[in-house]
């Protein structure tokens, strides 16, 4: 049972360069986020989905979009990246109010 | 405004002794959950404890305990007999609803850097 996969783990990126972060859960969970974590502070709620086809903006949405297309599948797009960009992402999910299951992160640097 | 304040950046603990980690929350909703992550060095979220806020008792996970006091908005973790793999950094969290969303979300502290000293 793999849980919240994330890909890639680390990516370096330039300025203005564009990328997706891919994030994938196999325990059939209706709720996925993403989440950043800026360096000494906490996670902070960027993108949300309560299902298939349907997502809303969390705390600090600018700069990214995401999809779901799929249960499994959530997406977050960098368009034009930027170095307040620089930062940990977290993929999670959760089957209703909580019970959070988080991805092991990726760690993006703009450069 | 704040809503998770956690007043410790950083705490030195002697290996065996317990720890009691701060954490104080901030919301107006009377339906409310506060959890407690553990982020080793290798970066994981590890989920460790969670406190309903109509729970009647404090919650308690092994070594883990949760202090909660709904008056003074605290909800303080208590870690028992301290081992060296308990270093790592501690996250209070309130999961809460998301203003104008159809969901509920969690709103992170700034941490807690626990070091454990043999």
């Known amino acids: 049972n793999a849980g919240v996969t994330q890909t890639p783990k680390f990516r370096i990126l330039k300025i203005g360069q564009s990328m997706t972060l891919q994030c994938a859960q196999d325990?059939?969970?209706?709720?996925m986020y993403w989440y950043r974590q800026d360096p000494g502070m906490g996670l902070k709620l960027i993108y949300y989905s309560v299902g298939a086809g349907i997502t809303d903006k969390g705390e600090v949405p600018n700069g990214y979009n995401v999809s779901r297309s799929t249960t499994e599948d959530f997406p977050l797009r960098l368009e034009l990246a930027a170095p307040s960009q620089t930062s940990v992402y977290f993929c999670a999910s959760s089957p209703a109010l909580y019970g959070y299951t988080f991805g092991s992160g990726t760690r993006l640097t703009v450069v | 405004a704040q809503k998770i304040t956690q007043t410790q950046p950083g705490m030195f603990v002697q290996e065996k002794e317990a720890v009691t980690l701060d954490c104080t929350y901030d919301?107006?909703?009377?339906?409310?959950?506060l959890f407690w992550y553990k982020q080793p060095s290798s970066g994981e979220m590890i989920f460790l404890i969670y406190q309903g806020s109509y729970d009647q008792q404090n919650a308690t996970e092994g070594r883990y305990s949760l202090n909660f006091q709904k008056a003074r908005k605290s909800a303080n973790l208590v870690i028992s007999a301290s081992q060296l793999g308990d270093s790592a950094m501690y996250f209070c969290a309130n999961l809460e609803a998301i203003a104008g969303g159809g969901a509920d979300g969690l709103t992170f502290g700034k941490g807690t850097h626990l070091i454990i000293q043999p």
């Open positions: 919301t107006s909703d009377p339906s409310y959950g």
């Open positions: 325990m059939n969970h209706n709720y």
